[in-house]
T-cell receptor, first 116, second 111 residues
């Protein structure tokens, strides 16, 4: 069964606008971590933001914030003030359990294109 | 600090050939991972090494073997390459419960 679901295959956003990328997850483990990675056309995987299941506050890193709704099992990424350099594929990932040795399960990704 | 390095960057193989993908990290991380990424999909875990001297299977281990040579290096071997193994391969490493850092990837084409 798919553990991480990203329902938006692709989206366009105008420069300077905010964009929300959806991610829902499925786990029965009370301890888990949620991650977002960016993959530009050059191919590398760039870590953006992390949210632990026990974290009380939503994670923020500069222009990135994670809208964590635990009861709904969603972990949406919000990019504020989009820039042309934000054009990339974005992946949501989950680490299940504290004893999982950090193994990540990834969603299929959302392609974001930022237009001038 | 180079972070996570992978060699080679690109490789073309014929069906049945063997090769080893190399990965090294200089961050003194305990855990290392190999993932593959196929078109239109997220990364899938092939094998991982929780610490030096240990390795274990991930989601898609068939057709691969790994060696954790020392704390720095974790190699992935294809003994008899198949076209289904055409993919981009990423190595990653991790120190604590959180962030994994990825190498630049190896693009492999099996004809």
């Amino acid at each position: 069964a798919q553990k991480i679901t990203q329902t938006q295959p692709g989206m366009f956003v105008q420069e300077k606008e905010a964009v929300t990328l959806d991610c829902t997850y499925d786990t029965s483990d009370p301890s888990y971590g949620l991650f977002w990675y960016k993959q530009p056309s050059s191919g590398e995987m760039i870590f953006l933001i992390y949210q632990g299941s026990y974290d009380q506050q939503n994670a923020t890193e500069g222009r990135y914030s994670l809208n964590f709704q635990k009861a709904r099992k969603s972990a949406n990424l919000v990019i504020s003030a989009s820039q042309l350099g934000d054009s990339a594929m974005y992946f949501c990932a989950m680490r299940e359990g504290s004893g999982s040795w950090g193994k990540l399960q990834f969603g299929a990704g959302t392609q974001v294109v930022v237009t001038p | 600090n180079a972070g996570v390095t992978q060699t080679p960057k690109f490789q073309v193989l014929k069906t049945g050939q063997s090769m080893t993908l190399q990965c090294a990290q200089d961050m003194n991380h305990n855990s290392m991972y190999w993932y593959r990424q196929d078109p239109g999909m997220g990364l899938r875990l092939i094998y991982y090494s929780a610490s030096e001297g240990t390795t274990d299977k991930g989601e898609v281990p068939n057709g691969y073997n790994v060696s954790r040579l020392n704390k720095r290096e974790f190699s992935l071997r294809l003994e008899s390459a198949a076209p289904s193994q055409t993919s981009v391969y990423f190595c990653a490493s991790r120190f604590n419960q959180e962030t994994q850092y990825f190498g630049p990837g190896t693009r492999l084409l099996v004809l």
